[in-house]
């Protein structure tokens, strides 16, 4: 079975500065998948970005990008340049790869970014 | 683009009445998922489907839930009798699979289900 821990309810940042939420996880498997979901008020949720456990260079998309530490089972998202849109929900997630893609959520990070 | 549909948004109904959730998947994905958040807890898997029967179901999916893609095009979840508890979230998503062969799930807006 996997888990998935955000310790993190809430945070807060200004516009233009850089935020880093964090995410850790447990799992026996050795193939596995990280995610970060982003739900903003009243949408649905949108993949962010993802990792495969199997790749060691660290996932980036734009001004998103991941700190992906193996042995730590550790998976954070940093943010750079935050923007007001950036403010949302954000899910951790895993799967286990090969024919079982269900996800595994931590309870989420609320991020508010301040004028 | 192309968006993962819910109806309805919010649906409130007396205990052991029987509810159907509605969900339009995007048109050419063949993966289809439920998941539910309780009030204050974690998003939780319950049912996934695909070619036309479950291929993997959570403890929560228990004989008073059923899932079926009645016209090829919409994808439902029935609670026959519900309870207190079933009251949630209810979340479902749909997934392709990309030139990498990696899978995306995309979530709907979410039907939020009160149980009185």
């Known amino acids: 079975a996997q888990t998935v821990t955000q310790s993190q309810p809430e945070m807060s940042v200004q516009e233009a500065e850089t935020v880093t939420l964090s995410c850790t996880y447990d799992t026996s498997e050795n193939n596995y998948y990280l995610f970060w979901y982003k739900q903003p008020p009243s949408r649905q949720m949108i993949l962010v970005i993802r990792?495969?456990?199997?790749?060691?260079q660290n996932a980036t998309e734009n001004r998103f990008s991941v700190n992906f530490q193996k042995a730590a089972k550790s998976f954070s998202l940093k943010i750079s340049d935050s923007q007001l849109g950036d403010t949302a929900m954000y899910f951790c997630a895993s799967n286990s790869g090969g024919s079982n893609y269900k996800l595994t959520f931590g309870k989420g990070t609320l991020l508010t970014v301040n004028p | 683009e192309p968006e993962v549909t819910q109806t309805p948004s919010h649906q409130v109904t007396q205990m052991g009445q029987e509810v159907i959730l509605r969900c339009v998947p995007i048109?050419?994905?063949?993966?289809f998922y439920w998941y539910r958040q309780i009030l204050g807890q974690k998003v939780e898997f319950l049912v996934s489907f695909y070619n036309n029967e479950i291929s993997e179901k959570s403890e929560i999916f228990d004989d008073q839930f059923s899932v079926e893609r009645p016209d090829g095009s919409n994808f439902t979840l029935k609670i026959r009798s519900t309870k207190l508890e079933d009251s949630a979230m209810y979340f479902c998503?749909?997934?392709?699979?990309?030139?990498?062969?990696?899978?995306?799930?995309?979530f709907g807006p979410g039907t939020r289900l009160l149980v009185l």
């Open positions: 998503a749909s997934s392709d699979w990309d030139k990498s062969y990696q899978e995306t799930q995309y």
């Open positions: 048109s050419n994905h063949l993966y």
């Open positions: 990792q495969e456990a199997y790749k060691q």
